[in-house]
């Protein structure tokens, strides 16, 4: 790899989006018809590649550094490789539950200045009846009888 950690972070993100679409795109490939019988094994196999991909990601530089005899250049650029990582690791989930549980998805704006609420429901203490989100903040309406 580089001696820049931020470099080095970036690619053990673009390796770890490169699996996850890998994921998505070979289970998408079954179709809901029950799973192959290959699957256990690629996906150990994926797990023991990525453990090696990223072990090199991480490790390559700095113990090249530390067996030419700079063991404090390449503990500091492990440390600023995987403090690197962590920072775009916070990024991603902050943005995965900014998206996820953000305001955004109960409300949205229509252009004609309307609101249009997400399509929640809550099962009323009845056991039967459900009540859907209305109003300018999106609240559960009231269940029959409260």
């Known amino acids: 790899m580089t001696k820049n950690p931020i470099i080095n972070a970036f690619v053990a993100i673009i390796y770890i989006v490169l699996v996850v679409f890998i994921i998505n795109f070979t289970g998408k490939m079954n179709n809901g018809a029950g799973d192959p019988p290959f699957i256990p ?12 991909v990223m072990g090199y990601i991480f490790l390559s530089e700095p113990l090249q550094l530390i067996i030419e005899g700079e063991k404090k250049k390449g503990i500091n650029l492990f440390l600023q490789t995987v403090g690197a990582f962590a920072i775009f690791t916070i990024i991603a989930f902050v943005s995965v539950f900014y998206f996820r549980f953000g305001e ?3 409300v949205k704006e229509e252009a004609g200045g309307g609101v249009i609420c997400t399509a929640d429901a809550k099962l009323c203490s009845d056991g039967v009846t459900y009540v859907g989100r209305t109003g300018p903040k999106c609240e559960f309406a009231k269940c029959p009888g409260e």
Do not use: D, M, P
């Open 41 to 52: 094994l690629a996906v150990i196999s994926l797990f023991t590649l990525s453990a090696a």
């Open 104 to 106: 955004k998805e109960k």
